[in-house]
């Protein structure tokens, strides 16, 4: 009898009455709905592995200030098939506001943007770009391998741009941080590839990286005005305690390697092997006019040389409008 009357209490309960939606609870949900997706985008953002970044380099340093202050430039890049992207940023500065200005400023924090600038390794794949801008260990080379390969597969016939600036197999005191095969991995994979690599020199380009950059289209290799190139051979990585037998196999690789880094140079600059094994007996430093003499790069990226050089007049002009007369031969 209990159970009975309970029952029969609970079903005299009035039913909720169906009210109708309001706009408040609908609003209420799709903030959820926001506030969850972008904690789930969060942490999916927080996986994804980030690729090798040198936070010290120059040439990224000015790619992050110039996409915090006016990312249009990187959005709208001109078109000019004639010269490499987003270096015309280099040689346009902008002023900064002068000091009666800011005094009258609410904030010197008015101007700070508000938003984080693009990634850039992302911005500059976007634009076709492959950045190398650490020594060739590894993780870089994976990245440099995968990049070619991705932009092969997204357009097999617009170039590719590659950007250098490092210092090879070692590092800049001469420690050796990889083996030769990394440089030799991006090399047969350029190689590999359909589009034409537009190589660019934008710092150093020493031991592997100047193989790199001499292993662009012909026609298409630049080289920064103020850019080194340096070739030399290949170091054998700290023995420790081996055993001399051991360290007797990795100099007769470290021979090995130094023979085919002295054959693809000589193929991709047009000297013999001799002459390359000569100056590569030491580190032979090259600046951007010694380079193009040897064979490593085309062109200097020297904005405006073409006006300056189009607007000289050859010697034999300069000698009739002084009024010397070349001798007759006897």
């Known amino acids: 009898m209990i159970g009975q009357t309970m029952m029969v209490a609970n079903l005299r309960v009035p039913m909720p009455i169906p009210m109708p939606m309001a706009t408040a609870m609908p609003t209420r949900r799709c903030r959820n709905l926001r506030t969850s997706c972008s904690a789930f985008g969060a942490t999916n953002k927080a996986k994804n592995p980030i690729p090798p970044f040198n936070p010290k380099d120059p040439f990224l340093s000015k790619l992050a200030s110039v ?16 010269n490499p992207p987003y270096l015309d940023i280099f040689d346009s500065p902008q002023l900064m506001a002068t000091p009666a200005q800011v005094e009258r400023s609410a904030s010197y924090d008015e101007h700070r943007p508000t938003t984080p600038p693009p990634d850039l390794p992302s911005l500059l794949l976007n634009g076709r770009i492959v950045y190398i801008g650490m020594p060739l260990v590894p993780a870089v080379t994976e990245l440099v391998v995968a990049e070619l390969m991705y932009l092969q597969y997204m357009d097999p016939v617009q170039p590719i741009y590659m950007y250098i600036n490092s210092t090879g197999t070692t590092r800049d005191d001469g420690e050796t941080v990889g083996m030769e095969t990394e440089g030799f991995a991006i090399y047969d994979s350029m190689m590999q590839l359909k589009n034409e690599i537009h190589t660019v020199a ?43 037998s051991d360290v007797l196999i990795r100099a007769k690789e470290a021979i090995v390697n130094r023979d085919t880094l002295v054959e693809l140079l000589a193929k991709h600059t047009g000297n013999s092997q001799e002459t390359v094994a000569n100056v590569m007996k030491r580190p032979y430093y090259m600046d951007a006019q010694k380079a193009k003499e040897f064979g490593v790069i085309d062109k200097i990226l020297w904005r405006g040389q073409e006006k300056v050089m189009a607007d000289v007049i050859p010697a034999e002009e300069w000698d009739r409008r002084a009024g010397i007369r070349a001798a007759d031969e006897f």
């Open 67 to 82: 996409a915090a202050s006016s990312p249009e430039t990187f959005i709208n890049p001109p078109i000019n098939s004639d």
């Open 202 to 244: 934008v710092g150093a380009a020493i031991g592997q990286a100047c193989l790199l950059l001499s292993a662009g289209t012909k026609g298409k290799r630049f080289m920064m005005p103020h850019a080194k190139a340096m070739i030399q051979q290949p170091r054998i990585p700290s023995s420790g305690l081996m055993p001399a």
